[in-house]
């Protein structure tokens, strides 16, 4: 048996003697082709570390948006749900304290109406929201909404500076009286949020259970 190793090994010495440049170049091509393969291989690795190194540096979860599914898809077409899930102001307020991370909480629901205000029809957006009106504001005049608006729906209400103008002969807009949608709000606060658009909020717990259900409230959490 170790007559022939020694036999086959002797054979193979003398064929590589015998093609000598044949053999050079399989052995030459074996090698760049183990160095062409494991240089790609570590450029993969190495761009995969660096692209999650960048990732990792440049960017975070900063927020959750929770918005409920109201519609469906059947046969390819997205049509409303009879019946869902949404939110409501208890709801939120259970959600909220639920989170045990510094996290600033928002809840809005929006819509548009015609809103009757010094005897004019401005269109504008009209949002139930919670204490937190939205991530960046100023307040310009009188107040935002406080717990007290929420538990005793004292039909309390804030505009946007664009609302404030919209009517240029109005000045002071505290303590003016709104009609929307047959419902009348008393402007508590102006606030600035840098929107183009008139825009009134009111406290989610005006809001009829008809009407969270056909303009679904969405929660959004911001990381502190």
């Known amino acids: 048996m170790l007559k022939k190793i020694i036999n086959s090994f002797k054979m193979a010495v003398g064929t590589m003697h015998g093609n000598l440049f044949h053999t050079l170049l399989s052995i030459l091509g074996m090698i ?13 690795d190495g761009m995969e570390q660096y692209a999650k190194d960048q990732i990792s540096q440049t960017t975070s979860l900063k927020s959750i948006v929770i918005s409920p599914r109201n519609t469906k898809t059947v046969n390819g077409i997205s049509v409303k749900k009879d019946s869902f899930v949404y939110m409501t102001y208890p709801k939120f307020v259970a ?27 401005i269109v504008s957006m009209v949002y139930g929201c919670s204490e937190k009106i939205k991530p960046s504001f100023t307040t310009q005049k009188g107040r935002i909404f406080s717990i007290d608006d929420f538990e005793n729906n004292s039909g309390s209400a804030v505009i946007n500076v664009a609302f404030a103008k919209a009517v240029k002969e109005k000045q002071n807009w505290l303590n003016e009286k709104l009609r929307i949608h047959q419902r009348e709000v008393n402007v508590i606060g102006i606030i600035d949020d840098k929107s183009d658009r ?23 959490f911001d990381v502190e």
């Open 32 to 44: 760049i082709g183990v160095a062409a393969l494991v240089s790609i291989l570590s450029l993969i």
């Open 95 to 121: 959600l909220r304290n639920a989170v045990t991370k510094p996290a600033q909480a928002y809840l809005i629901s929006t819509q548009s109406a015609e809103v009757v205000a010094a005897n004019q029809k």
């Open 198 to 220: 008139p825009e009134v909020y009111l406290p989610l717990t005006a809001f009829t259970d008809g009407e969270l259900k056909a303009y679904p409230p969405r929660v959004a």
